[in-house]
C-alpha cells in the first residue's frame, strides 16, 4: 500500500499570501488530521476530517481552514500568511472510526517558510 | 497546550546502551502512543498501548503504561546509530478524536 503523500514537500509564500497544501492518505483510511509543528510550540493539532466532515478543530484562528474530497483526499488552506506561519505541516491518515485507536500514518510533512 | 510532557528533552547514549524516555499526561486517556520523528521528516509509528494495559513489547522497545500516575517510559534496548532521531508520546484522550502530542525527547547515538 502506498503511504500518505503531501504536495508540494517545500514552499516559500510571502507575508499576506495565501497556501493550499494537498494530503492523500493511505487508500481506505477515512480519516485525516491535520498538524503544524514548529521548533517553539512542537506538534499542534490543527483540524481532522471524517468523510468530508470536519470532527475536530485545534486552536488555530479561521485563518487556517481545511476540506475532505469525497475520496478521502483533504487540503489545507491558510489566508494572509504570516511570519509565524512558518512551520512543518503534517498530514496524518487513519482507518479508525469512532472510539477506536487512532493509530496515525503521517506524510513527509510539507515544509512552508514564510517570508 | 501540550497534554504531554516528556523527560528528558534531550539524550545522549553510546551505542549498544539503553534508553528510556519518560512521558506524563494529564487527562484520561484511552490510549498512548510513540512516534518517532527522523530529522525534518514524518513521523512514524512505534507502538500503542492502551489505558488497560500496563506492559507492552516490540522487538527492542518496551512501553509501560501507569494510568494512577499519568506516566509512561520508552525504553530502547541495545540500542544503535539508526535510533538517532526524536521520540514523542501521543494521548488519545477519551471523548476526543485527536491525539495530543507531547514536546518529544531527541535522542542521540553515539558510534
Known amino acids: 500500500k502506498a503511504g500518505v503523500t503531501q504536495t508540494p514537500r517545500y514552499l516559500i509564500k510571502t507575508r499576506g499570501q495565501q497556501v493550499t497544501l494537498s494530503c492523500s492518505p493511505i487508500s481506505g483510511h477515512r480519516s485525516v488530521s491535520w498538524y503544524q509543528q514548529t521548533p517553539g510550540q512542537g506538534l499542534q493539532f490543527l483540524f481532522e476530517y471524517f468523510s468530508e466532515t470536519q470532527r475536530n478543530k485545534g486552536n488555530f484562528p479561521g485563518r487556517f481552514s481545511g476540506r475532505q474530497f469525497s475520496n478521502s483526499r483533504s487540503e489545507m488552506n491558510v489566508s494572509t500568511l504570516e511570519l509565524g506561519d512558518s512551520a512543518l505541516y503534517l498530514c496524518?491518515?487513519?482507518?479508525?472510526?469512532?472510539?477506536?485507536?487512532?493509530?496515525?500514518?503521517f506524510g513527509p510533512g510539507t515544509r512552508l517558510t514564510v517570508t | 497546550s501540550q497534554q504531554g510532557e516528556e523527560d528528558p528533552q534531550a539524550l545522549s547514549i553510546q551505542e549498544g546502551e539503553n534508553a528510556t524516555m519518560n512521558c506524563s499526561y494529564k487527562?484520561?486517556?484511552?490510549?498512548l502512543q510513540w512516534y518517532r520523528q527522523n530529522s525534518g521528516r514524518g513521523l512514524v509509528h512505534l507502538i500503542l498501548?492502551?489505558?488497560?494495559?500496563r506492559e507492552k513489547h516490540s522487538g527492542r522497545l518496551r512501553v509501560t503504561l501507569d494510568t494512577s500516575k499519568k506516566s509512561s517510559s520508552l525504553l530502547i534496548t541495545a540500542s544503535r546509530a539508526a535510533d538517532t532521531a526524536s521520540y514523542f508520546c501521543a494521548t488519545k484522550v477519551q471523548g476526543a478524536q485527536k491525539l495530543v502530542f507531547g514536546q518529544g525527547t531527541r535522542l542521540t547515538i553515539n558510534p
Open positions: 496524518a491518515s487513519s482507518w479508525t472510526a469512532g472510539t477506536g485507536t487512532y493509530e496515525q500514518y
Open positions: 498501548i492502551r489505558s488497560n494495559e
Open positions: 487527562t484520561s486517556i484511552n490510549n
